[in-house]
């Protein structure tokens, strides 16, 4: 996976890049269909240059930013020869361009069409593209049409997630209002919460109390953790694993739990067959208590 960020540099010591779609060589490539057949002698070189988040402020610095070449031990002599001059143009490119429209840092904007690739205590109203990463306690109060949030670190937030949006890591106490239509989250660790995941959604993993109020259409958890809760599932919802006191208030249409820890409370199923393995106050070597509903 490319980080930010991320840029192509040709023979005539052109800068290329594919901000304004995502951090990937291979978009960059595929874009400006550029030819990538040959190791020795090659006509490109590949690029990250990665900021310090924790050091990333309104004002540019370039001693935060670290410089790296992919293959360096292949390095063309058109590359080598003018290293200095290439790196010049790149950080002039990511003080003029790159910072100005593609980071924000302490800012407050009412909305945003441009991709944001860092989103540093900073808040921005409607969403109308991607994030790759959420960092402190900054805030989209709504994302639309496919919208994707990569790293939600600390107590990032988002309000309402439309069109397929997804979010990949959620950090700290960082929270999403509403998922709608196939919304996904990857990970939620430490206090996230989702209230509603409409069509498809879904979670890959839920810890440190972390709560979904309902889930419709086909949603799924695949684990809770740690007093994790989930209010209502809806058509074919499935949880694979609840421990330390998670609850289902209710469950329809052939919804599925695999296994629970510590005390349950699955006050209502509906539908299908539904499994559940009672792991609850379990020793080493104790028999599975299954119940079949």
């Given at each position: 996976m490319?980080?930010?960020?991320?840029?192509?540099?040709?023979?005539?010591?052109?800068?290329?890049?594919?901000?304004?779609?995502?951090?990937?060589?291979?978009?960059?490539?595929?874009?400006?269909?550029?030819?990538?057949?040959k190791?020795?002698?090659?006509?490109?070189?590949?690029?990250?240059?990665?900021?310090?988040?924790?050091k990333?402020t309104?004002k540019?610095?370039?001693?935060?930013?670290?410089?790296?070449?992919?293959?360096?031990?292949?390095?063309?002599?058109?590359?080598?020869?003018?290293e200095k001059?290439?790196?010049?143009?790149?950080?002039?490119?990511?003080?003029?361009?790159?910072?100005?429209?593609?980071?924000?840092?302490?800012?407050?904007?009412?909305?945003?069409?441009?991709?944001?690739?860092?989103?540093?205590?900073?808040?921005?109203?409607?969403?109308?593209?991607?994030?790759?990463?959420?960092?402190?306690?900054?805030q989209?109060?709504?994302?639309?049409?496919?919208?994707?949030?990569?790293?939600?670190?600390?107590s990032?937030?988002?309000?309402?997630?439309?069109?397929?949006?997804?979010?990949?890591?959620?950090?700290?106490?960082?929270?999403?209002?509403?998922?709608?239509?196939?919304?996904?989250?990857?990970?939620?660790?430490?206090f996230?919460?989702?209230?509603?995941?409409?069509?498809?959604?879904?979670?890959?993993?839920?810890?440190?109390?972390?709560?979904?109020?309902?889930?419709?259409?086909?949603?799924?958890?695949?684990?809770?953790?740690?007093?994790?809760?989930?209010?209502?599932?809806?058509?074919?919802?499935?949880?694979?694993?609840?421990?330390?006191?998670?609850?289902?208030?209710?469950?329809?249409g052939?919804?599925?739990?695999?296994?629970?820890?510590?005390?349950?409370?699955?006050?209502?199923?509906?539908?299908?067959?539904?499994?559940?393995?009672?792991?609850?106050?379990?020793?080493?070597?104790?028999?599975?208590k299954?119940?079949?509903?």
């Amino acid at each position: 996976m490319c980080n930010f960020y991320s840029c192509i540099v040709d023979r005539k010591l052109n800068i290329l890049d594919a901000i304004e779609l995502d951090d990937s060589h291979e978009t960059i490539i595929t874009n400006l269909k550029l030819k990538d057949n040959k190791l020795k002698d090659r006509d490109i070189v590949r690029l990250e240059i990665t900021p310090d988040i924790e050091k990333l402020t309104k004002k540019f610095d370039k001693k935060i930013w670290t410089y790296k070449v992919d293959e360096e031990k292949t390095l063309p002599d058109w590359y080598t020869k003018n290293e200095k001059k290439i790196q010049s143009k790149i950080f002039d490119r990511i003080h003029d361009v790159i910072c100005q429209k593609y980071i924000l840092v302490d800012k407050e904007i009412e909305n945003s069409t441009n991709r944001i690739s860092i989103c540093k205590n900073a808040t921005i109203g409607q969403l109308y593209h991607n994030i790759g990463i959420m960092w402190w306690s900054s805030q989209v109060k709504e994302m639309w049409e496919s919208s994707q949030v990569g790293i939600m670190r600390g107590s990032s937030q988002v309000g309402i997630m439309w069109g397929s949006s997804q979010v990949g890591i959620m950090w700290g106490s960082s929270q999403v209002g509403i998922m709608r239509e196939s919304s996904q989250v990857g990970i939620m660790r430490e206090f996230s919460q989702v209230k509603e995941m409409r069509g498809s959604s879904q979670v890959g993993i839920m810890r440190g109390s972390s709560q979904v109020k309902e889930m419709w259409e086909s949603s799924q958890v695949k684990e809770m953790w740690e007093s994790s809760q989930v209010k209502e599932m809806w058509e074919s919802s499935q949880v694979k694993e609840m421990w330390e006191s998670s609850q289902v208030k209710e469950m329809r249409g052939s919804s599925q739990v695999t296994t629970y820890n510590d005390p349950k409370n699955i006050k209502k199923q509906n539908g299908g067959n539904t499994v559940i393995i009672d792991r609850s106050g379990d020793k080493v070597g104790d028999k599975v208590k299954v119940k079949i509903g």
